[in-house]
Nanobody, 113 residues
């Protein structure tokens, strides 16, 4: 099992980024999958997840209305479209699958002017 995130970078406040998580060794649609983030000095927190059964998305209050989670089953890839980014979104973003036994290496997102 492997999860590889990409797409992070430096962006100005109000900007957008799309994160990708390429999965191998399992099928994304067979598990609850999601994104977490960890800012410096803070605990890792859940950002968004997608249910296995029907693909229903869930979002943390802090990102609802700005972030969109999606997946491409053919590519076995999970995405996180992040819009209207704020400095407080700065963190390392990780993808994972339930029961959170495998994690990617993370991708750094920095929102700063």
């Amino acid at each position: 099992v492997q999860l590889v995130e990409s797409g992070g970078g430096l962006v100005q406040p109000g900007g957008s980024l799309r994160l990708s998580c390429a999965a191998s060794g399992f099928s994304l649609d067979a598990y609850l999958i999601g994104w977490f983030r960890q800012a410096p000095g803070k605990e890792r927190e859940g950002v968004s997840c997608m249910m296995r059964s029907d693909g229903s998305p869930y979002y943390a209050d802090s990102v609802r209305g700005r972030f969109v989670i999606s997946r491409d089953n053919a590519k076995n890839t999970l995405y996180l479209q992040m819009n209207s980014l704020k400095p407080e979104d700065t963190a390392v973003y990780y993808c994972t699958k339930y029961p959170y036994d495998y994690w990617g290496q993370g991708t750094q997102v920095t929102v700063s002017s």
